[in-house]
């Protein structure tokens, strides 16, 4: 009752049943390079009493060009995906990529992190779809989600962070100062969020778009008040529940830093990039003495300009 003709984008000549059926389809739909599914129901109404079936096939994606070993091959690496689509003709068409940042940001998604329940699996990867109608800016989003990733402009250059924690790169001291700090001790209650829930595409069952398992935590509830506050994180480009969870207890955490620090400072710090870590050991806050960081405390560069100062 169903007749499915597959063709890889190998074929040489149009599909024979597709010729023979169709009155709009010459000899010169080959299809080279194309993949697609040639399908044809007979009628049945007892076969077919709910309708026509849906048709979905499990495919892998564009091959892409690895800047670590100069290869181009399929990959569902994250970084390797995004530094594709910002070059690429249906993307962004920008050929302005630092190779290094995103083979570090490769090699962090490649990590083979240890399952709980035995085994393991790559850190991050992406596997999704999202059609050439859709803006940049989304598209990115979306991809950015499967890393929990940085991705800026500086230098010239688009630049990717993937989210693991690194070492301090620099340590900034008083000396370094040109400006008063601003601190910011505590986030709006608004933009506070103690529970990360969503959905990501499950490939255990068929990639059917499911909940995975909320993180929360009682430690925050209670610095809350005792009162829940979810924060919805979709992620359509996971297809593992375990990494799932990953990305959403990073998101969790990383909500709750909730210090942040303003200031110009001298030279020493023009070589900082967004997603860095530094180190500022400011004895006037306690911060030159802290356990697990002797150094001083670390904060994350989310953002700088460069300009003259007075």
């Not at 096939?57 to 091959?73: N, Q, S």
Request: proline content about 4%; aromatic content about 10%; charged content about 20%.
């Amino acid at each position: 009752k169903i007749r499915i003709n597959k063709h890889l984008g190998d074929q040489t000549t149009a599909d024979a049943d597709l010729l023979a059926e169709s009155e709009q389809i010459t000899s010169a739909f080959v299809g080279r390079g194309i993949a697609y599914l040639y399908v044809r129901y007979q009628y049945d109404q007892e076969v077919f009493a709910n309708g026509l079936p849906l048709i979905t096939a499990v495919v892998k994606g564009k091959k892409v060009y690895d800047p670590r070993t100069d290869t181009t091959a399929y990959s569902n690496n994250p970084a390797l995906c995004i530094r594709d689509y910002i070059g690429a003709a249906y993307g962004m068409q920008d050929g302005d990529v630092d190779d290094v940042s995103f083979q570090a940001a490769a090699n962090v998604c490649d990590e083979a992190v240890t399952l709980a329940g035995g085994g393991t699996e790559a850190r991050y990867t992406m596997n999704g779809v999202f059609t050439a109608g859709t803006v940049h800016r989304d598209v990115l989003s979306q991809m950015m989600t499967s890393c929990a990733g940085t991705l800026f402009w500086g230098g010239g250059k688009f630049k990717l962070v993937a989210s693991e924690y690194v070492a301090p790169t620099k340590v900034l001291t008083l000396d370094d100062l040109r400006s008063p700090i601003s601190l910011d001790t505590r986030t709006n209650l608004r933009d506070q969020f103690n529970k990360v829930q969503g959905t990501f595409n499950d490939a255990s069952n068929r990639w059917i778009t499911a909940d995975y398992p909320p993180i929360t935590s009682s430690v925050f509830e209670a610095e809350d008040g005792g009162e829940q506050t979810p924060l919805d994180l979709e992620l359509p480009m996971t297809t593992s529940g375990a990494t799932a969870q990953r990305i959403a207890k990073l998101t969790l955490y990383r909500g709750r830093e909730q210090m942040a620090l303003t200031a110009d400072f001298g030279l020493n710090a023009l070589d900082v990039e967004v997603g860095e870590i530094v180190s500022l050991p400011f004895e006037r806050y306690g911060w030159d003495n802290i356990a697990g960081m002797p150094a001083g405390k670390e904060f994350e560069v989310t953002g700088w300009k460069f300009g003259p100062s007075g």
